[in-house]
């Protein structure tokens, strides 16, 4: 299916979390915390006006369009550019023909499927939107921004997913270098070196509608201890 939601936001308001470690802000703060939403909610809808580098578009070249001739008021198709007229594009897709903007051509990510938003060649809202899709039909529901977590709900058990094994992956590792690829179990990981190395209380935002998995999320958050160290002062740096 070469469709992709038209709005980031509208994705996670039906089954994504975002999880990012708030740093020195202690679970107390409520205002701290509150500020921290805030900004997440603001990071994601800046997805929406967010700059998208302009593109070279040429015929029988493979874009992402927002259309309603071809996909419907609210997704992204995958199209095959027919011709170029000026600021004119006329695409080809599901068996339709439209004339769009050429603006509102977007370029398709030429590799596969990134575990971090941000290694994407081209950044935009279909691409993000279908890197995540190709991710969550492998089971890897989890994706990066940066140091945020995006995890969609697959309402079903994913075997291999959590427990013991999981977990030692991401002990001492950075975010980026857990051999799990991304995981809730990673920002854990993330929020205690850095309690640790600060000595300071550490907050992680967990923001979803219902039915997202927060709940589930906050589980494997505080799995008892992301990091059983018998040593008193555990490694503050990880790798």
Same mark, same amino acid.
């Given at each position: 299916m070469d469709l992709a939601v038209n709005s980031f936001e509208t994705v996670i308001a039906h089954a994504h979390c975002l999880l990012a470690p708030v740093p020195g802000c202690a679970l107390t703060q409520n205002t701290k915390l509150l500020v921290a939403c805030e900004l997440v909610v603001a990071l994601v809808r800046d997805c929406d006006r967010m700059a998208v580098p302009r593109i070279r578009i040429k015929p029988d070249q493979d874009v992402w369009v927002e259309s309603a001739y071809l996909a419907g008021a609210s997704v992204y198709a995958k199209a095959k550019v027919v011709s170029v007229d000026g600021s004119s594009v006329q695409v080809q897709a599901r068996g339709a023909n439209a004339t769009v903007p050429r603006a509102d051509c977007y370029a398709v990510h030429p590799g596969d499927a990134v575990p971090d938003h941000c290694q994407l060649t081209f950044l935009s809202l279909p691409t993000m939107l279908e890197n995540t899709r190709q991710r969550f039909m492998r089971d890897q529901i989890y994706t990066l921004v940066g140091d945020i977590?995006?995890?969609?709900?697959?309402?079903?058990?994913?075997?291999?997913?959590?427990?013991?094994?999981?977990?030692?992956?991401?002990?001492?590792?950075?975010?980026?270098?857990?051999?799990?690829?991304?995981?809730?179990?990673?920002?854990?990981?993330?929020?205690?070196?850095?309690?640790?190395?600060?000595?300071?209380?550490?907050?992680?935002?967990?923001?979803?509608?219902?039915?997202?998995?927060?709940?589930?999320?906050?589980?494997?958050?505080? %799995? +008892? !201890? /992301? &990091? $059983? @160290?018998?040593?008193? %002062? +555990? !490694? /503050? &740096? $990880? @790798?």
């Open positions: 977590l995006v995890a969609v709900n697959p309402f079903k058990p994913i075997k291999g997913l959590y427990g013991e094994k999981v977990m030692a992956q991401c002990r001492g590792k950075r975010l980026y270098n857990c051999a799990c690829g991304p995981h809730v179990y990673a920002i854990a990981e993330k929020a205690y070196a850095s309690m640790v190395r600060a000595s300071a209380s550490q907050g992680i935002v967990v923001s979803g509608e219902s039915g997202a998995g927060k709940t589930e999320a906050n589980k494997s958050l505080m %799995n +008892p !201890n /992301p &990091n $059983p @160290n018998p040593n008193p %002062n +555990p !490694n /503050p &740096n $990880p @790798n």
